[in-house]
């Protein structure tokens, strides 16, 4: 089965600091991966995805994320975190069962981002 | 930048009525969902649309949960009788033309349900 686990609830970084966001995922075949972040009382915005080539991804933000396939990880990184990135981090994985035109997204539990001045 | 927009922003409903919860998914795109966030909960799976059937539900869609897109851009989930546990915060996404798996998901804003 498709899943993505999310180790840490939270994350505590010291604005300035760099942070690390981590990600594990499950899957059979290539992996699609993407980073989602929810703001309070807001919807996902997509951060960035990987679906082939170079290992290190850049997104939105300054953020950027590393898939190693070996470990089976795609981390979310930032080489200096701002008190604006506070926010929750979803991890997702999308797959198309081959039954299915669409795809659907797995998310995992999320990891909730504090940057402190 | 066009975005997916839904109404209303928060849904205050009694056990056992019927509620519509609607979304403006992006002009040109082809593929729909709905998710749901249990407060303090993961992101679910609820629902996948394309070419105006469902694509593939997931086990939490069962009868009560419908969804349609009556009139080429509205896009809307209904539950026949809510239950208290359906409280939630819903969220609709789209998807471009083109290979469904690389195309990023674009989200609403969310509608948050409450039932009594």
């Known amino acids: 089965a498709q899943s993505v686990a999310q180790p840490e609830d939270q994350v505590n970084v010291a604005e300035g600091n760099p942070l690390t966001v981590k990600c594990t995922y499950s899957?059979?075949?290539?992996?699609?991966l993407f980073w989602y972040v929810q703001y309070p009382n807001r919807g996902l915005q997509f951060l960035l995805k990987?679906?082939?080539?170079?290992?290190l991804v850049k997104g939105s933000y300054g953020f950027e994320a590393e898939f190693n396939k070996s470990q089976t990880s795609f981390h979310l990184k930032k080489p200096s975190a701002l008190v604006s990135d506070s926010a929750l981090y979803f991890c997702?994985?999308?797959?198309?069962?081959?039954?299915?035109?669409?795809?659907?997204?797995?998310f995992g539990s999320g990891t909730r981002l504090s940057i402190r001045p | 930048e066009p975005e997916v927009t839904q109404t209303p922003s928060h849904q205050v409903t009694q056990m056992g009525q019927e509620v519509i919860l609607r979304c403006v998914p992006i002009?040109?795109?082809?593929?729909f969902y709905w998710y749901r966030q249990i407060l303090g909960q993961k992101v679910e799976f609820l629902v996948s649309?394309?070419?105006?059937?469902?694509?593939?539900k997931s086990e939490i869609f069962d009868d009560q949960f419908s969804v349609e897109r009556p009139d080429g851009s509205n896009f809307t989930l209904k539950i026949r009788s809510t239950k208290l546990e359906d409280s939630a915060m819903y969220f609709c996404?789209?998807?471009?033309?083109?290979?469904?798996?690389?195309?990023?998901?674009?989200f609403g804003p969310g509608t948050r349900l409450t039932v009594l």
């Open positions: 899957v059979s075949g290539n992996p699609y």
């Open positions: 997702a994985v999308r797959f198309r069962p081959g039954y299915s035109s669409a795809s659907k997204i797995i």
């Open positions: 990987y679906i082939t080539g170079d290992n």
């Open positions: 996404a789209s998807t471009p033309p083109g290979h469904s798996t690389n195309n990023e998901q674009f």
């Open positions: 649309f394309y070419n105006n059937e469902i694509s593939e």
């Open positions: 002009s040109n795109h082809l593929y």
